[in-house]
C-alpha cells in the first residue's frame, strides 16, 4: 500500500454531490488528518508480488463488458483464496513482464475473496450468471474448455471476440489450465517449467517476443456503459441531457471500480479513502459520475473508489448486497456493523420493511438476525479508519 499526502477533499465533492442529489452529509472532521493513499490489492492480496504488477482487477460487470468488446486481452482466473493462483501469479507476472503484457485482468469468481464461488454456488441466481458468460462468451470456441470442474477451466488465457479459425468462433487464442499444483511451483525445476507453460501463452500472439495485447482504461468502460445505460433508459435522452459523458471528461478521470474484497482492504488500510456506492445501472449514479469525477480532480483526489452493492452490476435480486432479500445481505451488513459505525442514511432502521437490510452475520443462518441501516445510492464519503469513533469523515 503506498500513501501520498493529500488535502482534505471530502466537502468539496460532497458539496458537488449534494447540489444533485439533494441528499445530507456528515459536516467533515476538521482534525483528520489529510492523508491519502492508493489501492495496490495484488502486492496486498499476494506475499511476495511486486507493487505495480501487470494485473488489474475486474468486477463481474467489467468483465462481461470487455469480452464482448474488441481487442485481444489477457485473463486470469483466480482470486487468493485459490492456492495454485496464489502459488502462480508471481511467475505469471514475471513472464508476462518479459513480453511486454501491459496488463492481464483478473475475474476472482470467488466475489467475496473467500469461500462464495460462482461457478459452483447453490444460489442459482449466481451461478446462471456464471453459465452465462461462459455460453455467451467464453465458449464461443472452437475446442471449449469452461465448465465442468472449476479447477480444469483455463485461468490464463489470451482473448479475442473476433478471432476465428476458418469460419468458426475461436475466441480463445491461448490458453493454459490450472492444474499445476503449489508444492511442484515451490521447486525451481517446477517453476521453471511453469515459466516455459506460460511463455507458450504469449507465444500465440507474440511477435519479435513481444505479446501485443490490449488494454482499456477505467474511463472508456464508464463512457461506454454509462451512455449506454441511459440511452437504453429513456425513450428520447436527450431530453435528459444526451450523452453523460464525453471524451473531454476522461483527460484526468479518477473513478475507479472495485470488487468486493478490494473494498474490505480498502477500509482495512490507513489513510483518507473517498468511496462513492452506486452503479451504471442506477440513473441517479450516471447522473453524478461527471461532477464527482470533477470535483476530485479539482480537489487533489487521487482515486475515488467506486463499488457496486448490486455486484454484478445490474441484477435486482440474488446479487443485490443491499437487499433484505438477498441471500448476500451479510456482505453488506458486515461491512456497515464493522466499518461504518457513523453510517447517516436517509432511512432508519426504526422505519422497517424495505428501509433497513436484515441479515445473518457472517452469513451464518443458525445466528439471530440482525439490521442495517440502508444507504442510498449514490452515496460519497471520506472514510479513515484511524478517524475513531466516527471513521466516516
Not at 76 to 93: M, Q
Not at 214 to 230: C, I, W
Not at 240 to 260: F, M, R
Request: hydrophobic letters at 40%.
Amino acid at each position: 500500500m503506498t500513501t501520498r499526502p493529500r488535502r482534505r477533499i471530502a466537502a468539496t465533492i460532497a458539496a458537488a454531490a449534494l447540489a444533485l442529489t439533494g441528499g445530507t452529509a456528515a459536516a467533515p472532521a476538521a482534525a483528520a488528518a489529510p492523508t491519502g493513499s492508493d489501492l495496490d490489492y495484488f502486492s496486498y492480496a499476494y506475499p511476495g508480488l511486486r507493487d505495480g504488477s501487470v494485473f488489474e482487477t475486474v468486477t463481474f460487470e467489467r468483465f462481461e463488458y470487455l469480452l464482448g468488446t474488441e481487442g485481444t486481452y489477457a485473463f486470469l482466473i483466480g482470486g487468493p483464496a485459490d492456492t495454485t493462483t496464489s502459488a502462480a501469479i508471481t511467475h505469471i507476472d514475471a513472464v508476462a513482464q518479459q513480453y511486454g503484457v501491459e496488463k492481464v485482468y483478473v475475474f476472482d469468481p470467488r466475489i467475496d475473496g473467500d469461500k462464495l464461488d460462482i461457478r459452483t454456488s447453490s444460489i442459482a441466481t449466481l451461478k446462471n450468471q456464471w453459465d452465462g458468460a461462459v455460453s455467451g462468451f467464453l465458449n464461443k470456441d472452437t475446442t471449449p474448455e469452461f465448465g465442468g470442474e472449476p479447477a480444469d477451466d483455463p485461468y490464463l488465457f489470451i482473448y479475442d471476440k473476433s478471432h476465428t479459425a476458418g469460419d468458426a468462433e475461436d475466441r480463445i487464442v491461448a490458453s493454459l489450465g490450472g492444474t499445476v499444483d503449489a508444492a511442484t511451483l515451490a521447486t525451481p525445476d517446477g517453476a521453471g517449467a511453469y515459466k516455459a507453460e506460460v511463455a507458450g501463452v504469449f507465444d500465440a500472439i507474440a511477435e519479435g517476443g513481444k505479446a501485443d495485447v490490449d488494454t482499456q482504461s477505467h474511463f472508456t468502460f464508464y463512457e461506454d456503459e454509462v451512455n449506454r445505460k441511459h440511452q437504453a433508459t429513456y425513450k428520447n435522452p436527450a431530453a435528459y441531457g444526451g450523452d453523460i459523458l464525453t471524451a473531454g471528461d476522461g483527460a484526468n478521470w479518477k473513478i475507479q471500480q472495485i470488487t468486493y474484497p478490494e473494498l474490505v482492504q480498502l477500509l482495512e488500510s490507513d489513510g483518507d479513502h473517498v468511496i462513492l456506492f452506486g452503479g451504471t445501472w442506477c440513473h441517479n449514479t450516471r447522473a453524478v459520475f461527471k461532477d464527482v469525477n470533477r470535483a476530485a480532480a479539482a480537489s487533489g483526489v487521487t482515486t475515488v473508489y467506486q463499488f457496486d452493492l448490486r455486484l454484478d452490476g445490474s441484477s435486482a435480486d440474488g446479487w443485490h448486497i443491499r437487499d433484505t432479500g438477498s441471500p448476500l445481505a451479510y456482505l453488506y451488513g458486515d461491512v456497515v456493523a464493522k466499518f461504518f459505525p457513523n453510517l447517516r442514511t436517509q432511512y432508519s432502521i426504526a422505519a422497517g420493511g424495505g428501509q433497513k437490510v436484515d441479515y445473518y452475520p457472517g452469513g451464518d443462518t443458525t445466528i439471530a438476525v440482525a439490521s442495517a441501516k440502508k444507504l442510498e445510492v449514490p452515496y460519497l464519503v471520506e472514510d479513515n479508519k484511524d478517524n475513531a469513533p466516527a471513521p466516516i469523515v
